[in-house]
Each structure stands twice: as structure tokens, then as C-alpha cells.
């Protein structure tokens, strides 16, 4: 009966162990998970002002384009009909859909 009982005492100790151990990777994965949140929320956040920065770019570059300078007139009309050409393409993309 001594080698039973301690069997059992030897079984119930690892079952508590593997409890114990469950427990704490139960509360790790729930502190992972909740990084993982925080982490996604900040790559939004980022992606949104980066979004930001390039529409502002593109705002820019546009305004740049248009600038007339001292002579300059014939560029300036160059660039624009570049603009425009490039409007007709997108608008003729949209209607295509």
C-alpha cells in the first residue's frame, strides 16, 4: 500500500504543478494578447499619420507644380496639361467601372 499511496502523492503533485504552470502561460498569453492589442493600435495610429504625411506631400508637390515663376509661363502650362491629362485618365478609369 506505501508504494500506492505514494504514487498517488507523486501524481496529485505533478497534476498541482501542471495547474500552477497552466495558470501562469493562461495569464501570459492574456498579457501577450493584450500587447498584441497596443501594438496593432499603435500601427494604426502610424499608418494614419503616415497616410496623413503623404496626402500633405502630394498637396505640396501639386501646389509646386502649379507655382509660376518668372518666365516660367511655358512650363507652368506644360505641367498643368500634364495634370489635367492625368485627371481625364482617372476620371475615364472610373466611369470604365
Known amino acids: 500500500m506505501a508504494d500506492e499511496d505514494k504514487t498517488i502523492m507523486v501524481f496529485a503533485t ?3 504543478q501542471l495547474v ?3 495558470e501562469k502561460l493562461k495569464a501570459e498569453n492574456q498579457r501577450l494578447r493584450e500587447e498584441i492589442d ?6 494604426k495610429d502610424v499608418q494614419a499619420q503616415l497616410k496623413s504625411a503623404q496626402d500633405n506631400y502630394n498637396r505640396l508637390l501639386t501646389a509646386k507644380m502649379l507655382e509660376v515663376g518668372e518666365g516660367d509661363l511655358e512650363a507652368a502650362k506644360a505641367r498643368l496639361a500634364k495634370l489635367i491629362r492625368s485627371v481625364n485618365k482617372c476620371i475615364t478609369l472610373l466611369s470604365e467601372k
Open 14 to 16: 505533478r497534476v498541482r
Open 20 to 22: 500552477l504552470d497552466f
Open 38 to 43: 497596443h501594438c496593432e493600435a499603435k500601427v
